[in-house]
C-alpha cells in the first residue's frame, strides 16, 4: 500500500508565497515521475508541473513564479509558489508514478490541498 501525504496549502493573499510539500509512503520499489496538478471549481484539473531526476516541466501560467524540486532519499515533491494570483486558487493535488516492486509500477494521488489566493 501506497500513500501520498500533503501539507501546505491555505489562504494567501495576491504576491504571497506558499510551499507545498508531498511525501509518499509504504511499499516503494523506487519512486519515478512526481508532479503536482490543481483543479479549480467547474474547471478539469491541470497540470502544474512534473519532476524526473532533474528534468522539470511548468506549464506555462506558472513559469518564472512557481518551482518543483524534491528529496529522493524522503520520496518527497514540493512545490514552491511565488508571486500567487487569485486565478491560482485551486484544489492541489499530488502526483507520482511509483513502481512498487520490479515488474509492476502504477499512478497514485495525494487527497488534494486547497490554496486559495484573496484579499
Known amino acids: 500500500q501506497v500513500q501520498l501525504a500533503e501539507s501546505g496549502g491555505g489562504l494567501v493573499q495576491p504576491g504571497g508565497s506558499l510551499r507545498l510539500s508531498c511525501a509518499a509512503s509504504?511499499?516503494?520499489?523506487?519512486?519515478?515521475?512526481m508532479g503536482w496538478y490543481r483543479q479549480a471549481p467547474g474547471k478539469q484539473r491541470e497540470l502544474v508541473a512534473t519532476?524526473?531526476?532533474?528534468?522539470?516541466d511548468n506549464a506555462d501560467s506558472v513559469k518564472g513564479r512557481f518551482t518543483i524540486s524534491r528529496d529522493n532519499a524522503k520520496n518527497t515533491v514540493y512545490l514552491q509558489m511565488n508571486s500567487l494570483k487569485p486565478e491560482d486558487t485551486a484544489v492541489y493535488y499530488c502526483?507520482?508514478?511509483?513502481?512498487?516492486?520490479?515488474?509492476?509500477?502504477?499512478?497514485?494521488w495525494g487527497q488534494g490541498t486547497q490554496v486559495t489566493v484573496s484579499s
Open positions: 502526483y507520482a508514478h511509483i513502481r512498487v516492486t520490479m515488474f509492476r509500477s502504477q499512478d497514485y
Open positions: 509504504g511499499s516503494i520499489f523506487s519512486v519515478n515521475t
Open positions: 519532476i524526473i531526476s532533474s528534468n522539470r
